[in-house]
C-alpha cells in the first residue's frame, strides 16, 4: 500500500473494510436505528458554503491552537474509541505515536486495548482520558488517580450513554471480540462477563448517572473536566453551573439516539449558550479540511474525528493514522490560505454563507 | 425463521411479500393514485430531529399510559385493517394474543376474519372496535350493541372514506378474496358482493354520511367515540363541538387521497386545535421507537401502526406481530433513555428541534 | 390493448412511443434546451398537499362548469397541439369525438391535420380555435372569419412563441413530417416550406407581435378572445388592459423558455393580478385528478391537458383519448369525495396545505 | 465528427475525454477536494427561474454589449485557462480565431501555449491578458509591457490563488506535462521545474500577495486592471477602494476553496456592493443560454466560459470552439426573444422569480 496515493481520508474506509474482521467493522461502522444520524453529521457539512477572501498577503498560516493548558499543532484531535486492537495489533500505541507526530491531541478510551500507562508511554503529545463510569465506583476512582499521574491533562466524561444506543448493524453482524483486545484498564468481573462490545459497555458502565457526578469528579480530581455529549443549549447552560471546564458538541458518532441532529448542526446553539465561558469543541462527520474550518467558523476551538483515525490504523498502523492526520493537516492549510486566514482565530461566523 | 434475528420492523415487509398472495400483498401495500402520501407518511418523519439530554439520572423508563380508560403498557396500538386471514388463518386473534402479550391496545375492524366476540375471547389486552357505517344501519346498531357486551372499549368510527380512494395498485393487482376471510361479523347481502376488497367495502359501507353520524352514535351507545381520519383543525373543531371523545389523526395510511400530507405534519395542528380537551393519536408511517417519540413530542399521546403488523402476521402468525412490537418496544425504552425521558409525559415539543 | 386495464394517464406515454414515429414523438415529448420546464410542470405538482375534509356528507359530485359561454361536464380541457395526425390518422376528429362523449372543451389548433370545418363536423361538445398569427394576415383573417361560422366559441391567441424554442430534443431526433399530415386549414406557400414541424410554425407565423394584435383581433371578430401563455402578474395586468376575455396560464408544456418556473407555481400570482375580472385557466403538467384539484385550489377555473390525450391518441385513437379522460374523470370525482368537496367551486386556498 | 449535429455544449465534455491524454483532461477537469463547488456552480442555476414575457413585439434582439472599452458582439467571453496545446495543438491562437468570428472577448492566460503576441496575431476581435505575478517581478513588469504592446486592452488579475487548491482529482491522475506546451510566454528557471500543472503555477506564482499588487500595477500600466476571483461583498468594496476597473466573481471554476458558493449565488451581494460603480461579470457554471440570461439579470455585464471551449479546443480545434459559440449564441438570441426582451440592458431582476 502506498500511502502517498491517498489523498482523502474517505478512501481509508474501504481498506480498513477490507482489513478487518467483517464483525469488528460493523461494530466500528454502524450507528444506531436507520442510520440517519450517522449520514446526516457527514452530509450536513455539504450544507454550508465558505466565503473565501483575497489577497490577504499570506506565505504561510498557522494551525497551532490550546486546548485547555495543551498546545498543539492541529485543531483535529483524536476522539475516544473503544478497543483498538480490533482494528490493529498496536493499537492506542500507534495512534499515540501519529498524534505525536503531528501534534494532535489524543483521547484514550477507558475501554483502550492497551493501558492508560502503555499509551502514555508511547506519546510525544498531548494526553486526555476519556471516562465511563464504572458500576464499581472504585475502579473509576483508581482510573482517575492512575490518569493524572500519568500525565493526562484532562478526564473526558462521556455524559451521553444512558445506555448504548440500538445499533441495528452491530446486532446484524454479532461479534464476539477476542479477549485479548482488552479491556486493558482493569480486570473485568465475572458479572461484566460479555458478549459483544455494546454488551460488555452496558454492563461495566452501569446506570442512573446525573449531573451528581459532574460534582463528585470535581472533588476527586483537579484535572479539568470535559464533558462530552452535549447537544443543547439548555445542557450546555447545566455544564457551565456544574462547573464543567470544557464541552464536546457530539452525538457519539450517531450511535446513541437516531434522528439526533448532526453535530455540526447544533454547534451554534451550544456555543451561544457557553457565551465565550468555556472551550466548546466537536466530532461527528469531520472528514476534510473544509470541515475543520466549517466548525471553527461555527465556534468549536477544535474537533475531533473518530472513524477516519480507525480506519487508517486498520489499513496500516501508526502509519496510516499519520496518512489521515497528514492529508487533514495538507486540507486545513491549504484551506486556510484559500480561505485568506492565517491563523485559526481569524476564521469567524463572516466567512459562512 | 429465527424472529430473533429480525432488529427492524421494516425487515417484515419482505418477508410478507413472499408468504402472501400477490394480489393480497397489493391490497394491504398500496395507497392511493401515485402513492405519493403513502411514501411521504414514512419520508416525513426523517425530517424530525430529535434533542437529546444528558445526564438524567435514568435507570429505567416507563412506557406505560392510558388511552381513555384503557391502561397500555405501550403507547403503540394495532390500527384496524380489514381481513386479516388475507395474512394469516389465525387472523385478528393471532394480534389479539401478540397484542396482549406487550400491553398494546388493538382496534378490531368492522370488516375481520374473526367475529368481534372470537377476537374479545383471544384477547387479553385492551380492545376497541372500528366502525364502518353499513347502508344498512340495523346491522350497525347490531354491531356496536355486541362491541359494548364483549367488552370493547370505545367505538372508533372512520371519517375518511366517502368513498374508497382511487387505489391504483389495487386495480392492477386485481384480487377477489376467498370467501372464508370474511367479513365474519355479519352477513353480507346479495346486493353487496364482492369482487375486491374495495368493491366490498364501498358496497357495504354506503355514503352521504355527515356529522349527524356521530351525534347519532352518540344516542346509540355510552362507549367512547373515537374519530379516526382527522387531517384539520377545522375538523378537530368540529369533532368537539359534536362530542368526540378522542381524534386519530391519520390519512387510511395513503389509501384515500393521494397528496394529502403525512400524517405527522398535521398532527401539530390537531392538537392545537383541541387545545387539550380531548385526546389525539396518530397513525401513518410508524417504523420505529423514535417515530412513537417525535408523534408523542407534537402531542399524539399514542400511536397506531398498520402494515408492520400485518407484514409480522403475515410472516409469523402471532410470533410475528409479538415481534413487531418487541423491537418496537425495545427501541422506544432505548429512545427514551437515550432521550433522556424517565415517562412518556416527559417528552415535550423541546425534544424536537 | 385493453383499455379498461390502464389506470394511470402516465402509461399512455410508453404505449405511445412503441406506436409512433420516433421523430414525431420526440416532436411531441420534447421540451427546450435542458427540459427542466418540462420536468418542473410535473414534478412542481408534487410539492402541493391537499387538505382533506371529513363528514361532509356527500353521495355524489358535480365536476361540471363553465368556461366563458361554454357548459362543461369536465374543468378539463384539451389543449390545442399542432398536426394530430402525426399521432393517429383520424387526428383531431378523433380527439373531438373524445372530448365530445366527456363534456370537455377542445381547443383545435391552427396547424391542425383536419381543418376547422371538418373537427367541428366530428364534435358534439364546445371547440375553441387557437389561433398563429399568419405572416400573411389575410390568412388569419379568413381562419377566425371560418371559426365564428363552424361554432367556434372562442379564440385562443398563442402568445408565448416569439420564437420557436430551443428544442434540443427536436434537434436530435430530426423529422419531416410527411405532407399529407397538413396543416390543412390553409395552403402552405413556397415561402414556408418546412423540414421540421418547428421549422414550420416559425415560417408561418411570422413575428413582432406585440399587444397590438389584440386590438386588431377585438375589432375583427366578437368571438372572447383568451390568451394563451401568461406567465406573470404583469402580463396578466396588459391582458386586463388590453381587453382579453380569459388567460391560460402556460409555458407551452416546456418548450418556450427553458427555466420558466412550472405553470402551477405562477398561477397564483396571475390570479391575483386579474381580481377576479376575466378567468384564468392553466395548463402544464395535469396528469391525474388531485392535479386538478390543486390548479382549482389556487384558482384556476379549469385546466387543459395536451401530451396526456396525445399519447392516448397514439395508443389507441378516439377511445384512447377517451380513456384518458375518464381516468381524470374518475379520479377527479374520487379526490373531490375524499377531499370533501361537492363542487368544484367549494375548492378554496384552505384546502391545501 | 459533425459539428452541425451537437446541439448542447455539454456533449463536448465526452467528446473532449476521447480525444485527450487522460491527465490532462483530469487537470481541466478537475475541482478542488470533493468538487462540490465544482458541481455546485452548474446545479446552483437550475435552482432560478426566469419570468418570460409575452407580446413584446420582437422581431430580432441584440446580443452586442462593451466590456470596458470592447465592444462585443456576444456577452460570453472565453475565460482565461493554463496551456491550450494540452486540449489541441493550435492552442490558444485556435481559441482566438473562433472568438474572433464570434465577436467574443478572450482572456489569454499567463500560461499560454503561444505567446501572447502569437495569440494577438491570430486575433480579430478583443484580447485581454492574464496575470499571474511571477515571483520574480521583471518577468511580470515585461508581460505586462508586452501585453500593452500587442493591444491587449485590459490585464486581469487572478486573485484567488493564494496557492493552488488541494486538487484531489489531478493528484489521482498525475500528469507531467511535456516541453512543448509551455508556457511560451517566458523561459522556466532550474528553480521552477514542475511536475504537474498545479506544482508549476505554484512554483512560478509565489505568494504572499496583498491588495498592494493592484496600487503597484495601476503605477505600471495605463491598461485598465480587473480582479479576478471576487467572491464576497467585502472584497467587492476592497477592489473598489484599490481601483479596480472591473471585477469577475468567480471561484476558479471550483478549482480553490471547496465548498465556496457556486459564483451564481454571490453574484448579486458583489453587484450590490459596487454600487454599479464598475463593471461585474461571472464565470462558473455558463453552460446553456438561459445561464446568460439569469447571470445578466443579477448584474452580471458579461459572462466567461472555460471548460466548454476547452472541450471544444479539444475535440475539434478552432472549429470545436466556433461551435460552442455558435450553440450558446443561437440559445442566447432564442432565450431573448423568448424572454421578450429585444437588448441585454433590458434584462432585470424582475425576470427572475
Redesign the interface.
Known amino acids: 500500500m502506498d500511502l502517498e ?1 491517498i ?2 481520508v474517505d478512501e481509508f474506509e474501504e481498506l480498513a473494510r477490507a482489513a478487518m474482521d467483517p464483525g469488528a467493522f460493523a461494530y466500528y461502522y454502524g450507528g ?3 442510520e ?1 444520524t450517522l449520514r446526516e453529521n457527514i452530509a450536513a ?2 450544507r ?12 504561510e498560516v498557522d494551525t497551532g491552537s490550546t486546548l485547555l493548558d495543551a498546545e498543539v499543532s492541529l485543531p483535529i484531535g483524536l476522539a475516544p474509541t473503544a478497543l483498538h486492537k480490533l482494528a490493529h495489533p498496536d493499537g492506542e500505541c500507534a495512534v499515540a505515536r501519529a498524534a505525536g507526530k503531528y501534534g494532535a491531541l489524543q483521547i484514550v478510551a477507558t475501554y483502550s486495548s492497551y493501558t492508560l500507562e502503555e499509551v502514555a508511554e508511547a506519546a510525544s503529545g498531548p494526553l486526555w482520558f476519556q471516562l465511563y463510569m464504572n458500576a464499581d465506583r472504585s475502579i473509576t476512582e483508581d482510573l482517575i488517580s492512575r490518569a493524572g499521574e500519568a500525565g493526562y491533562g484532562a478526564i473526558v466524561l462521556t ?2 450513554l ?2 448504548p ?2 445499533r ?1 448493524r452491530e ?2 453482524n454479532w461479534f464476539v471480540p477476542p479477549p485479548e483486545v482488552g479491556p486493558a484498564n482493569f480486570t473485568v468481573g465475572e458479572g461484566a462477563i460479555h458478549s459483544s462490545v455494546s454488551e460488555l459497555v452496558a454492563n461495566l458502565t452501569g ?8 460534582e463528585w469528579l470535581r472533588e476527586l480530581t483537579e484535572l479539568p473536566i470535559v ?1 462530552k ?4 443549549a ?2 450546555a447552560a ?1 455544564a457551565l453551573e456544574h462547573g464543567a471546564d470544557a464541552l464536546i458538541v457530539s ?1 457519539h458518532g450517531g450511535r ?6 448532526a453535530s455540526i ?2 454547534l451554534g446553539e451550544v456555543v451561544e449558550a457557553v457565551e465565550g465561558q468555556i472551550e466548546v469543541y466537536l466530532d461527528g462527520g469531520i472528514r ?3 470541515d475543520v474550518l ?1 466548525a471553527r467558523a461555527l465556534g468549536a476551538r477544535a474537533v475531533f474525528i473518530g472513524r477516519p483515525y480507525l480506519w487508517g490504523l486498520a489499513a496500516a498502523g501508526a502509519d496510516g493514522v499519520a496518512r489521515v492526520l497528514d492529508i487533514l493537516q ?2 486545513l492549510v ?2 486556510m ?4 486566514v492565517a491563523s485559526l482565530d481569524e476564521v469567524t461566523r ?1 466567512h459562512l ?1
Open positions: 496515493q489523498f482523502a444506531a436505528e436507520q440517519i457539512f455539504d454550508y458554503r465558505l466565503r473565501p477572501r483575497v489577497l490577504r498577503g499570506l506565505s455524559v451521553d444512558a445506555t444506543g440500538y441495528t446486532y446484524r446506570d442512573g448517572y446525573s449531573w451528581s457526578i459532574v464533558l455529549g452535549i447537544m443543547t439548555e445542557d447545566l452525538n446513541q439516539l437516531d434522528r439526533s441532529p448542526d447544533v476534510r479540511g473544509t466549517i495538507t486540507q491549504n484551506g490560505l484559500n480561505l485568506g463572516e454563507a
